[in-house]
């Protein structure tokens, strides 16, 4: 039953967890049918409320520019008519996905005559800690509602006003189909100490899922009492391998380096085969800088383009969140590997080359998240491939590995069918 009166912001910090927790056994229970139908209300009701969510959004910008933020963060943070058409989009098609929970994902009967079927249950409370995107709290609230979890909503102060207001639009939807408004619920940034409170109360949530800056994610880490979902960061390579196509391989790094540099699966590395030193090298490195973004070179990409920075070990260690790459030139496939292996953070990478043997051998190798070839590091993304939304991109190797949707939002169960057997 829906509450009678929605707020998206507990005045009892101790209240979250217990009626988190009332809320995600509720809503184990909601059919699929009545799921899409929140999802639905839920699009109509942001559409309706776009003018509200801009103005809040508005709010939120303002005070972070007078905080001095820029750049890439401030992207983040901001809401469009485009944007908020997109957040619309990303809910329809989380409808069209099939429900993870109650289907039988395998089944076997045994010798002795029991049927063992394995099913999709919901994990229960999701605890979500992010920052700076509002768009993200739509994502979690879709994926969470669908998979049959309650979440616990806690942004950033940068994005407190933007989330105020589409927590509650989304609490309206959830009455308005007769779900629990408590399955959605916000935690206030302030105060702090709020988040170790959550983070310590694993009777209540299920799981964790960090989702911003390395510092952020390292306290969670360090105290959470429950499951972490996570990564610590995004340093994506591209490797222009030496077959590469000129022209693709140009449109590939400008696309995964400038089209949104704030993003986890921007490329903050780029690897060029020494092969290509004189012919793709000066190429890709004049488009990067039309574009305004700051090449920190190794010795031999100085030696080709003098205006860049020299690089240090710790830029390729580095996620830049800006426009900003560190370049280095490698003798061959094996050189391009080993320099991920030692300093990629397993998120992203990506190969341009004509060579399938190349192409096989890089994608056997490389042991990240998700692997491209001849595509921008940019689609490793929930969207993009397909899982209509995502809370986040996950480089454990336990649960959930690449972008987390509707299946990695849940768990399993085994239901066990007998007609008296007993073990001998």
């Given amino acids: 039953m829906a509450n009678s009166n929605p707020t998206s912001v507990s005045s009892d910090p101790n209240s979250y967890g217990p009626r988190s927790k009332a809320a995600s056994r509720e809503l184990a229970l909601a059919s699929t049918e009545l799921k899409n139908r929140f999802l639905k209300n839920f699009g109509e009701r942001i559409r309706q409320a776009a003018p509200l969510i801009l103005e809040a959004n508005a709010k939120d910008t303002s005070i972070a520019v007078s905080n001095g933020i820029t750049g890439a963060f401030l992207d983040r943070l901001t809401l469009n008519a485009e944007r908020i058409n997109q957040i619309v989009e990303g809910l329809i098609q989380v409808t069209h996905l099939p429900d993870p929970i109650g289907g039988i994902r395998e089944t076997r009967t045994m010798p002795n005559g029991l049927v063992v079927n394995k099913v999709g249950v919901p994990l229960g409370v999701v605890f979500f800690i992010y920052e700076s995107r509002p768009n993200v709290t739509v994502d979690a609230i879709a994926l969470c509602v669908k998979s049959g979890n309650a979440v616990l909503l806690r942004g950033g102060s940068e994005s ?193 080359t004509t060579s399938l043997e190349m192409a096989n051998e890089f994608t056997r190798v490389v042991d990240s998240a998700a692997v491209m070839v001849n595509a921008s590091t940019r689609f490793n993304d929930g969207f993009e491939l397909g899982l209509g939304a995502e809370i986040g991109i996950s480089t454990d190797k336990f649960h959930a590995r690449g972008p987390c949707g509707l299946m990695e939002m849940t768990s399993t169960k085994y239901i066990v069918q007998g007609d008296g057997q007993i073990r001998r």
């Fill in 160 to 352: 407190f006003e933007s989330n105020k207001v589409l927590t509650s639009v989304a609490q309206k939807a959830l009455e308005a189909v007769g779900l629990i408004q408590d399955a959605v619920i916000l935690v206030p940034p302030r105060p702090r100490e709020l988040v170790d409170l959550l983070l310590a109360d694993s009777a209540h949530i299920d799981l964790v899922i960090p989702r911003g800056g390395k510092a952020l994610i390292e306290r969670v880490v360090k105290g959470a009492k429950m499951p972490v979902i996570k990564h610590f960061t995004g340093n994506c390579h591209v490797y222009v391998e030496a077959s590469a196509d000129a022209q693709m391989a140009l449109e590939i790094v400008v696309n995964s380096k400038c089209q949104r540099p704030g993003t986890c699966n921007a490329a903050e590395s780029l690897l060029i085969d020494k092969a290509l030193s004189h012919s793709i090298v000066p190429l890709l490195l004049e488009e990067l800088e039309k574009r305004g973004v700051e090449i920190r070179g190794c010795e031999e990409t100085m030696a080709i383009w003098p205006k860049a920075v020299r690089a240090t070990e710790l830029d390729f260690f580095t996620e830049y969140n800006d426009l900003v790459i560190s370049v280095r030139l490698v003798n061959g496939l094996d050189e391009a590997i080993a320099h991920i292996q030692k300093y990629g953070s397993g998120h992203t990478e990506a190969i341009v």
